[in-house]
């Protein structure tokens, strides 16, 4: 099953599998939980788990099946490298990208390590764009060392959400930055400053910036159901995307 996404950086998601556990301090309010639980609780079919992580293999093929070029973001229920998932499994799933080649497929992890690992002597199809979460220091910038060993045509960054100053960026073969706040009732705020502290260092390194939104919270430290300029910062909307900044260089 595939659906439209309300992502502003995507056009459908594709969730091969779903549910996952939670290892860094990005996942404390994770969105996807609390939608998988309300899924669950609406009878959706997918759902019948909850938020434990469950294979989809009825929804491998759902791609092939669309005739019109599509963006999707791949498991955004779920983390396709968990390590409960198998080698077996992300091949299968990485076989319908390789034979899909009028989609693109956006592909988020915060597992970098065990993908770094996958792809040492793999290929990755040209219409994969990689990408980790780096939500803070100690957790998420790391990650971004992994990412760099993968030989994707376009690796990403989803500052998102950002829960701290995460300080100077090494953003060497780095190709689109997302930065985006926390949100939900329980949403963390996020400053200006931290936020145009990353928009500065891609300006400087010549990489794609996409701000998404401010979250819970809005650009004035108050707290809002939603902002009216959720997606103003300093002023303006950045939706800078890869394509662009590599077509520039």
């Keep these: 099953m595939t659906t439209t996404s309300k992502i502003e950086w995507t056009e459908q998601t594709w969730n091969p599998a779903v549910g996952c556990t939670k290892i860094s301090a990005g996942c404390k309010n994770c ?59 992300i091949e299968q799933v990485f076989d319908v990208i390789q034979k899909t080649p009028r989609h693109t497929y956006q592909i988020l992890t915060k597992r970098a390590a065990r993908m770094a690992r996958f792809f040492k002597n793999k290929e990755v199809p040209k219409n994969a764009w990689l990408g980790v979460s780096v939500e803070n220091k100690k957790q998420g910038v790391p990650r971004i060392d992994h990412l760099r060993k993968v030989p994707a045509h376009i690796r990403f960054l989803s500052v998102e959400p950002l829960l701290e100053d995460v300080g100077e960026l090494d953003l060497t073969d780095i ?74 260089a």
């Design 31 to 89: 969105y996807a939980e609390t939608m998988a639980h309300r899924l669950q609780a609406m009878g959706t079919a997918g759902y019948e788990n909850g938020f434990q992580l469950t294979m989809m293999p009825q929804r491998l093929n759902d791609p092939i099946l669309r005739k019109k070029p599509t963006t999707y973001f791949v498991n955004s229920m779920s983390d396709l490298f968990h390590d409960r998932i198998t080698d077996e499994y």
């Design 175 to 248: 190709h689109w930055v997302i930065v985006g706040g926390e949100s939900g009732p329980k949403a963390r705020p996020m400053k200006p400053e931290w936020a145009d502290s990353v928009r500065e260092q891609c300006e400087e390194q010549g990489v794609a910036f996409f701000f998404k939104q401010w979250g819970g919270w809005g650009a004035d430290g108050k707290r809002r159901a939603k902002s009216a300029n959720g997606r103003l910062l300093n002023g303006r909307v950045w939706d800078q995307m890869p394509a662009q900044m590599m077509a520039l």
